[in-house]
């Protein structure tokens, strides 16, 4: 089946870094855009950023471009998103999540269970 499993969230001071990894199985990885989608607490969803498939095309929300990267490794079927000068606007449970296109349009069909990110001092 497929598993998404997010790692490296915690405990970080604003201005910090925290980088988050995304282990994929049970489906080919490499064939598949990948996205970060991030929910603050009381709020709604909210866009994180995109990766295409083979890791050349890189997209983000504004409110991250700057200071977030995404990017992957497919020989080990794993997405990362590194974040930089954190502020406490960053705390949020972050997903990984799996774009499938079909029929014309696109959505999130699977997605991880998430990694909890808290930005305090």
């Known amino acids: 089946e497929v598993q998404l499993v997010e790692s490296g969230g915690g405990l970080v001071q604003p201005g910090g870094s925290l980088r988050l990894s995304c282990a994929a199985s049970g489906f080919t990885f490499s064939g598949y855009v990948m996205t970060w989608v991030r929910q603050a607490p009381g709020k709604g969803l909210e866009w994180v950023s995109g990766i295409n498939s083979i890791g050349t095309i890189t997209t983000y929300g504004d409110s991250v471009k700057d200071r977030f990267i995404i990017s992957r490794d497919n020989a080990k079927n794993t997405l990362y998103l590194q974040m930089n000068s954190l502020n406490t606007e960053d705390t949020a449970v972050y997903y990984c999540?799996?774009?499938?296109?079909?029929?014309?349009?696109?959505?999130?069909?699977?997605w991880g269970k998430g990694t909890l990110v808290t930005v305090s001092s």
């Open positions: 999540a799996r774009v499938r296109y079909w029929e014309g349009a696109h959505d999130m069909d699977y």
